[in-house]
């Protein structure tokens, strides 16, 4: 697991309140728990942590970010772009 | 006078994106234009945001003097604007006995928002200790009433209800009730809001529920709401009064339907909308047949406009596909504090002239707002009544029935 996988981790497992352990890249977001509110916080919270802008609107939620395998691989590209 | 009274509206003023006075901002609804542009506040350049409906060409000078501005947020420029209109239409005279009898009472969901930026920017910025003298009564919410009250000569009941989007429906709501109670004999009642300013941009892209280039209120592809600002108010007096006086009568206020969701910080609740609806039919003593048009809350958020819709099926069941129902704020964005009231002109000027304004930038169906939304095209219709539609973050949801009088 890269670093930036396990930041993110971090940051959903915060905001979905569950034991990072307990998360598997597979999971949905919806099902974790994160509604709306939270994910748009988790989304702050990323892009603090990393320093990026993620182009999310809450508009389209279905087409992004179903998973937290999603999220990591977002981050990744949106951080690997930044370097 | 005291009693029950029917409530008519005798005046509009308007200062939107699309129009400065009641009149053009009318024929812009209806001929579908965008009041959409790029916004032009200080450090616009740096926002992620391009995109909202300003009023613009708005000059000061034209309406107040140098000392009236300088006491004068924009928030309550368009406020007194709207007022003076409202009150000039109406043909009535505030004098002495009528200034008792007449309230002012006006939606704001964030009072003076640019002075507040202005002080700040002094603050943090420029790294200077001194803000402008009259920072404190400027940006105060209760501002725009007080600059009615002031401007106008009305020294009866005059406060500022916040309830964020639903702000101007609620003030219009409890000026309704105070008419038709017999506790004034005249009310001024709108909504005003001034709130497009680099932070107040910031705290909206944080939301996520912005569109970054068009409003598409119901629409598949819609991509979320765009900032607007503005004001409209109205004149409303007791129906004896109005005949007694020989005044054109615009519209009559029927019912007015309030409640609070006690649920999502920000998600719509479709049962708290649907009891709001119901709550103004049955206030109005309106079946949910009696109705053809509902100017909508329409924001173009995926989950307002689908929310809505259901809360529509629910009150209305099959009559719901009979409705033209429309969002303006495709026209002139969302104006917050003063939507409610932009609509409710909207939907007056609609019974009156028989006419449906549009929902613009419409792309066709979602299949989760599956109604008739009027797309892109003002619409001829018979309107004997209709329901204007308000729903705030923070689960406040506020509804007022119109007819058409005569």
Known sequence: MTDVAGDVIAIIAKKARVEKPNIEPGDRLEDLGLESLDAVEMIFDLEEKFDIQIPYNANNPRTEFNTVGEVVSAIQQLVDKKS | ?406
């Open chain 2, 1 to 406: 006078m005291s009693g029950v009274h029917r409530v008519v509206v005798t005046g509009l003023g308007v200062v939107s994106p699309i129009g400065h006075t009641a009149a053009d901002y009318w024929r812009s609804l209806i001929n579908g234009v965008s009041g959409l542009g790029p916004i032009t506040v200080r450090m616009a350049d740096e926002l992620t945001q391009k995109v909202a409906a300003e009023v613009k060409d708005f000059d000061p000078l034209q309406h107040f003097d140098d000392r009236q501005i300088s006491t004068l947020d924009r928030i309550s420029q368009f406020a007194v604007v709207a007022a003076r209109e409202a009150i000039a239409h109406a043909g009535i005279t505030i004098d002495e006995a009528l200034s008792l009898k007449t309230a002012a009472i006006v939606g704001s969901g964030a009072g003076g928002q640019l002075t507040t930026d202005d002080s700040f920017y002094r603050l943090y910025r420029e790294n200077k200790t001194r803000v402008f003298p009259l920072t404190v009564p400027k940006l105060m919410v209760n501002a725009s009433a007080s600059q009615i009250s002031m401007q106008c000569g009305i020294r009866g009941p005059a406060f500022v209800v916040a309830s964020a989007c639903a702000s101007a429906t609620h003030a219009i709501g409890l000026a309704f009730q105070m008419v038709r109670a017999g506790q004034v004999e005249c009310a001024v009642t709108g909504g005003t809001e001034a709130s497009i300013t680099y932070g107040g941009v910031r705290g909206w892209e944080a939301m996520r529920v912005m569109a970054p280039d068009v409003c598409r209120p119901f629409s598949r592809d819609r991509k979320g709401l765009v900032l607007g600002e503005g004001a409209a108010m109205m004149v409303l007096e007791p129906l004896e009064r109005a005949r007694a006086r020989g005044a054109a009568i615009l519209g009559e206020v029927v019912g007015f339907g309030m409640g609070a969701d006690a649920g999502d910080l920000t998600a719509p609740d479709r049962d708290g909308m649907a009891r709001a609806m119901d709550d103004a039919l049955a206030d109005a003593q309106l079946a949910p047949q009696d109705i053809q048009y509902v100017n909508a809350h329409g924001t173009g958020t995926a989950a307002n406009d689908e929310t809505e819709t259901q809360a529509l099926h629910q009150v209305f069941g099959a009559h719901a596909g009979k409705l033209a129902i429309s969002s303006t704020k495709s026209m002139v964005g969302h104006a917050l504090g003063a939507a409610g009231a932009l609509e409710l002109v909207a939907t007056v000027m609609a019974l009156r002239e028989g006419r449906v304004p549009p929902t613009i930038g419409y792309l066709g169906p979602d299949p989760a707002c599956d109604l008739d939304y009027v797309p892109n095209a003002a619409r001829a219709l018979a309107i004997d009544a209709a329901l204007s539609n308000s729903f705030a973050f923070g689960g406040l949801n506020a509804v007022l029935a119109v007819r058409k009088f005569g």
